[in-house]
């Protein structure tokens, strides 16, 4: 593309920002969506590929970083992330993402079908980041102690045969079940205990700020504006990668 622009936006880091860096023009702009923790290369062992891969992948970036005039952001995770990673701290601007407070007012009040037992629900793709098991894991846990529970996993994903064997082996048929892609979650998390979310990495996670509005408790680990949320409404708990501490929390 030969042409020069008066202002180039990068809706994400990596690829987008690559390419826009090529592009010429007067002002650019770059709005990092995602978790960025995923290029810190130091979390891998020098000797492995993976090291290399993400070491490579970090110095493109921090290159390209430097041709932006201003970076928008969407969680305090993500800014501080920023921050540690690459040492930016100027000309950051933190803009959430919005969310359409009537609709969901009004979706939120569909019919659906509800367990007789205490409902926990979760939503995303069933897959390695967003860590379902772990959640899976914690109701094994919780079984122990009482049964009258449920938890709904709204998603679907490579993980679901897996995650489906899982609740099979380890006898969770009445208390964890796979409802696949739900178009409308809104009735689901009005009428649940508490929205769970065990992923490794968000970088804003819309379903949390959703759940608080929808005035249901939020259980996560700390990723994209769980800790924000949390700290600003006293709307729930952060929990570590442990079935045991989350299976504390759930049963509180």
């Not at 993976?50 to 993500?78: G, H, P, R, W």
């Not at 979706?107 to 205490?118: M, R």
């Not at 608080?212 to 929990?239: F, H, R, W």
């Amino acid at each position: 593309i030969r042409e020069k622009y008066d202002c180039i936006i990068a809706c994400n880091h990596n690829a987008p920002s690559y390419f826009a860096s090529y592009l010429k023009g007067g002002c650019k702009i770059l709005w990092i969506r995602g978790d960025m923790r995923e290029l810190d290369y130091t979390q891998f062992d020098e000797n492995t590929k993976e090291y290399t891969q993400v070491k490579q992948e970090f110095q493109m970036q921090a290159n390209v970083l430097k041709c932006f005039d201003s970076i928008a952001v969407i969680s305090d995770v993500v800014q501080q992330t920023l921050a540690q990673l690459f040492g930016i701290t100027e000309n950051v601007v933190k803009i959430s993402n919005s969310v359409d407070s009537e609709k969901m007012a009004l979706l939120c009040q569909e019919p659906v079908k509800l367990p007789s037992k205490k409902l926990f629900t979760t939503l995303g793709r069933l897959d390695y980041n967003k860590n379902q098991i772990l959640l899976l894991k914690a109701a094994k846990e919780v079984k122990k102690m009482r049964d009258d529970f449920m938890i709904y996993l709204l998603g679907e994903g490579e993980d679901r045969q897996a995650l489906e064997k899982y609740i099979q082996e380890n006898g969770l048929e009445n208390n964890a079940k796979i409802l696949g892609f739900i178009e409308n979650p809104y009735p689901y998390m009005k009428n649940s205990v508490a929205t769970v979310l065990t992923s490794l990495s968000e970088g804003f996670s819309l379903v949390l700020v959703e759940s608080v509005m929808l005035n249901t408790p939020i259980i996560s680990t700390d990723v994209g504006v769980a800790k924000e949320l949390i700290q600003k409404y006293d709307c729930g708990d952060i929990v570590p990668y442990d079935e045991k501490e989350l299976a504390t929390v759930l049963l509180k």
